[in-house]
């Protein structure tokens, strides 16, 4: 059978659902609703299915909430009537938001995602859990559809998963960008920095994170560091002097708690 779904919300997350279960064809996208009265560009070949009138939803089997984390509970209640699923994609709001609806749930895509980047939907882990069994073995079921990787997970289970995701990702790609940022002040290409940043991502495959350290704090080299962070004071670059030290103090320590 196929299922028909809605999709509320025009950003990132959005447009990925909407694309990937555009793209199958055992499932179909029948509206998508946004709080604006022009579809986002990004959404142009949605424009037929595009509505800003949340009074005049479909009928249809899951409702998926994908907009920001603070809308998710106005976006919600004001969804009234709807017989199917409500869903939404948050790492960090609990399942218990969505509790004024008959059926409702959870699939959050632990990945990131932008608009110009294409992603293999089939390897996103989805976490999902469902406010009744039958709820959440349809909802495996419409997951499997989009992912190979469906795991079943609690709210507070998955608040730690989004918070190490913020870790992984969020903290290490502003890490780059400060990087890029010191290499730009002073002339010199920003992308010379990018082999060393594929080669971090890549060895974490192969070794624990632990023994892939290298580093002047990994080593204790308080001469280098010193250097480094009279270098950031002298040329006022006091954005990154707070994110070194606090971060070699981390490495230096979980060195020496490990000994
Ligand atoms: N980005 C990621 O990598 C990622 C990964 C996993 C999960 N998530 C989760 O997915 C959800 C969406 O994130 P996102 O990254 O797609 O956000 P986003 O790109 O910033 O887009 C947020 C969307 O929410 C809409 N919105 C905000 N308040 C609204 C309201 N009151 N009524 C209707 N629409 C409203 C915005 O509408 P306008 O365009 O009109 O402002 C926009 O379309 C969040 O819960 C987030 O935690 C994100």
Redesign the pocket.
């Known amino acids: 059978m196929i299922d028909e779904i809605i999709i509320?919300?025009?950003?990132?997350?959005?447009?990925h659902f909407a694309k990937e279960i555009n793209n199958n064809p055992k499932l179909k996208l029948i509206q998508i609703?946004?709080?604006?009265k022009r579809i986002?560009s990004h959404f142009n070949e949605f424009s037929d299915i595009y509505s800003s009138n949340f009074s005049k939803l479909k009928k249809s089997k899951y409702c998926i909430i994908?907009?920001?984390?603070?809308?998710?509970k106005?976006?919600s209640i004001?969804i009234k009537k709807f017989e199917g699923t409500v869903l939404?994609?948050?790492?960090?709001?609990n399942m218990s938001i969505l509790n004024t609806h008959l059926k409702f749930g959870v699939i959050?895509?632990?990945?990131?995602?932008?608009f110009d980047r294409n992603i293999d939907f089939n390897k996103i882990p989805l976490l999902v859990e469902a406010s009744n069994n039958k709820t959440l073995n349809e909802l495996i079921d419409f997951s499997s559809k989009l992912s190979k990787k469906t795991i079943i997970m609690n709210s507070d289970k998955r608040l730690i998963c989004h918070l190490s995701a913020v870790f992984a990702n969020n903290f290490t790609n502003h890490l780059i960008y400060t990087s890029e940022k010191l290499l730009k002040k002073f002339d010199i290409d920003k992308d010379l920095i990018h082999p060393l940043c594929e080669e971090t991502i890549l060895k974490i495959k192969s070794i624990s994170s632990y023994d892939a350290q290298t580093g002047p704090a990994s080593r204790n080299d308080l001469e280098t560091i010193e250097n480094h962070i009279n270098f950031l004071k002298k040329n006022n670059l006091t954005f990154s002097i707070d994110i070194y030290k606090s971060i070699t103090e981390s490495i230096i320590k979980t060195k020496f708690d490990k000994q």
């Open positions: 509320i919300g025009t950003g990132k997350v959005a447009y609703l946004g709080r604006s986002n994908a907009v920001s984390d603070n809308s998710v106005s976006v004001n939404h994609t948050s790492g960090s709001i959050y895509p632990l990945q990131t995602f932008s």
